[in-house]
């Protein structure tokens, strides 16, 4: 199993940062594809950001490119997610996400496609 723990969420003001962090422990590799997904209170979850292994390739959704990055580093098995130019529609529970070792060295943007889920952190953006 891999186990995954988010942290680093909190409130912050529109325009503001915050950087998410995924620690990821028990069964894990660095050759899991990783995600970043956000559920905003009553809504359906929504990809984010995704990173691939082994690749370096990155992918974001629309409403997030250019203001969010997401990175890994292998030493620490932790994954990243940068978020500048905060907005208030960023509002959410943000979840960090592993899939299947081996599979996607490019990441994956569909939630069917991740094994494995943190708990989540919440950010909530002022206006």
């Known amino acids: 199993q891999v186990q995954l723990a988010e942290s680093g969420g909190g409130l912050v003001q529109a325009g503001e940062s915050l950087r998410l962090s995924c620690a990821a422990s028990?069964?894990?590799?660095?050759?899991?594809?990783m995600g970043w997904f956000r559920q905003p209170l009553g809504k359906e979850r929504e990809f984010v950001a995704t990173?691939?292994?082994?690749?370096?390739?990155?992918a974001y959704a629309d409403s997030v490119q250019g203001r969010f990055t997401i990175s890994r580093d292998d030493t620490k098995n932790t994954v990243h997610l940068q978020m500048n130019s905060l907005k208030p529609e960023d509002t959410a529970v943000y979840l960090c996400?592993?899939?299947?070792?081996?599979?996607?060295?490019?990441?994956?943007?569909?939630?069917?496609?991740?094994?494995?889920w943190g708990q989540g952190a919440q950010v909530t953006v002022s206006s």
């Open positions: 996400a592993a899939g299947p070792r081996d599979i996607y060295p490019y990441g994956t943007v569909r939630i069917s496609e991740y094994d494995y």
């Open positions: 028990g069964r894990f590799s660095n050759r899991h594809a």
């Open positions: 990173v691939g292994w082994g690749t370096g390739h990155t």
